[in-house]
């Protein structure tokens, strides 16, 4: 059983930045996608980064390229989120994610059977 808990959000001002954490436990060959999902007010849950092959491949959502940045630490079973250029639009709970990634791009929620408790993040203008 794989157990996933994030730490790192809070509140910035746009423009700002913010890591998010992921510790993972437990793991299964089925599980070696792992990313960030968000779920907006009002929103569905859309992926924003997933990171595999042990953390030499990566893929970002079109509205977060160049902005954020998904990396692995393989030695502490953690993912992390390092957010930067914060926009209002960014405001969400973040989600990490763990499972076999289903198809490319492997952002689509389908694809991930193990999920965080989530982490709130809000920007403000």
């Known amino acids: 059983q794989v157990q996933l808990v994030e730490s790192g959000g809070g509140s910035v001002q746009a423009g700002g930045s913010l890591r998010l954490s992921c510790a993972a436990s437990?793991?299964?060959?089925?599980?070696?996608?792992m990313g960030w999902f968000r779920q907006g007010p009002g929103k569905e849950r859309e992926g924003v980064a997933v990171?595999?092959?042990?953390?030499?491949?990566?893929v970002y959502a079109d509205s977060v390229k160049g902005r954020f940045t998904i990396s692995q630490d393989n030695a502490k079973n953690t993912i992390y989120l390092q957010m930067n250029s914060l926009k209002p639009e960014d405001t969400a709970m973040y989600y990490c994610?763990?499972?076999?990634?289903?198809?490319?791009?492997?952002?689509?929620?389908?694809?991930?059977?193990?999920w965080g408790q989530g982490s709130q993040v809000t920007v403000s203008s």
């Open positions: 994610a763990a499972g076999g990634g289903g198809s490319w791009p492997f952002l689509d929620t389908t694809g991930y059977n193990y």
């Open positions: 437990g793991y299964t060959y089925s599980s070696n996608f």
């Open positions: 990171i595999w092959r042990g953390g030499r491949s990566t």
